[in-house]
């Protein structure tokens, strides 16, 4: 694993573009956390300064970060698929595979970069909430700064599973611009087919439907917080009451979909004629 690991680092870290993409894929959502942390003063008619909103209180701050970092995963993404064209536009992959490297070796190496830099976000993301929370939270007992941390592998399996379907599809397109136009096509056939659902059946059974297709998946498993902020402003508005935890079940749709997509792009790598 190790000697795969640092091939294919070694691959992107040599290709100047991919440098740039990966380090804004990690510095950007750290800067925005770290912005909506700073006191901005808008022309000296207000102050607005969202740590003093509560949002970075734990255990919160845990749902905050990982929601908003999770927004920025189309950079890395562009990575992925960059990294899969790249093989086949420069014959790297047939090099390779000459070279003595089997085909599931090549897609596990792809696999792997995928795990590492996922993981390495989530760290990242665990260490600025922490400090966030620390800096700005009202509650400070270990138990409160422990809830909710389930939030962290969610986010890291949210990552996995969507660089995963970017690698099956940048197999399948062998280029990095279709790659990315097949992503934004499967997001509005699984709206199509909830519309559909929901005209023909309804809205219950069209929601059940989504939630296993892979997109909608990946999304349940951190949803949005802006409903949970307003609860806690306004916790006298039960209408406002919505389920936004971690669900296991979630969990396992997502980790089916990871296997489904290596899997898939190892079975298109081995039956193609490279």
């Keep these: 694993m190790i000697r795969l690991l640092q091939l294919e680092l070694q691959k992107l870290l040599l290709n100047k573009t991919s440098k740039i993409l990966i380090f804004i894929s990690f510095i950007l959502p750290l800067c925005v956390i770290v912005l909506s942390s700073i006191k901005i003063n808008f022309f000296g008619f207000f102050t607005l300064e969202l740590g003093e909103l509560g949002i970075f209180n734990f255990p919160i ?22 990294m899969i064209g790249n093989e086949y536009s420069n014959k790297t992959l047939k090099q390779n595979l000459i070279d003595g490297l089997s085909k599931k070796e090549f897609v596990l190496s792809k696999f792997y970069a995928i795990v590492f830099f996922s993981l390495v976000s989530t760290v990242i993301i665990f260490v600025i909430s922490l400090i966030l929370g620390l800096i700005y939270s009202s509650y400070n007992e270990f138990n409160i700064i422990v809830r909710e941390m389930e939030f962290l592998p969610a986010y890291f399996i949210k990552l996995v599973g969507f660089f ?23 997001f509005i056939v699984e709206w199509i087919i909830f519309g559909l659902i929901a005209w023909k059946s309804s809205m219950e059974m069209a929601t059940s439907v989504q939630s296993f297709l892979p997109l909608t998946a990946m999304s349940n498993l951190i949803k949005q917080p802006f409903q949970r902020v307003a609860m806690s402003k306004f916790p006298d508005k039960n209408t406002l009451d ?8 979630d969990v396992i749709i997502v980790g089916v979909w990871i296997f489904i997509f290596v899997a898939l792009a190892y079975f298109l790598i081995k039956k193609r004629d490279l």
């Design 61 to 82: 701050v845990w749902h905050i970060t990982t929601y908003f970092s999770a927004l920025f995963k189309f950079f890395f993404a562009i990575v992925v698929v960059s």
């Design 242 to 249: 919505y389920d936004y935890a971690v669900h296991f079940g």
């Design 164 to 186: 995963s379907f970017c690698l099956f599809l940048g197999v399948l397109a062998k280029r990095s611009a279709f790659a990315l136009a097949f992503l934004f096509v499967d």
